[in-house]
């Protein structure tokens, strides 16, 4: 079992930056791919970002890529998701999600535990 727990969420202007990060505790860390989804208010939850169990490789939804980079401290058991060039649209709880195997994927369905998500708003 992995436990799961985001923070860093909060409110900043368009344009800005924000770091989110999520907690791990339980079973080995090292071994789990991480991803970032969000969902936005009226919307399903989407992939936003993933992250292979060493950080070799590393996978983005194209409306993020470019401003927001998905990295991890196996040592410390976190995973971080940098924002930058912030924009409305990206406003949104985001959640943190381990899939019990080493390969990232961009699929929520191939995750198997979940935060409780952090609150991201973008003001214009």
């Known amino acids: 079992q992995v436990q799961l727990v985001e923070s860093g969420g909060g409110l900043v202007q368009a344009g800005g930056s924000l770091r989110v990060s999520c907690a791990a505790s339980?079973?080995?860390?090292?071994?789990?791919?991480m991803g970032w989804f969000r969902q936005a208010p009226g919307k399903e939850r989407e992939f936003v970002a993933a992250?292979?169990?060493?950080?070799?490789?590393?996978y983005y939804a194209d409306s993020v890529q470019g401003r927001f980079t998905i990295s991890r401290d196996n040592a410390k058991n976190t995973m971080y998701l940098q924002m930058n060039s912030l924009k409305p649209e990206d406003t949104a709880v985001y959640y943190c999600?381990?899939?019990?195997?080493?390969?990232?994927?961009?699929?929520?369905?191939?995750?198997?535990?979940w935060g409780q998500g952090t609150q991201v708003t973008v003001s214009s």
């Open positions: 992250i292979s169990w060493s950080g070799s490789s590393t």
């Open positions: 999600a381990a899939r019990r195997v080493m390969a990232a994927r961009r699929m929520e369905s191939e995750y198997d535990y």
């Open positions: 339980g079973r080995t860390f090292s071994r789990n791919a």
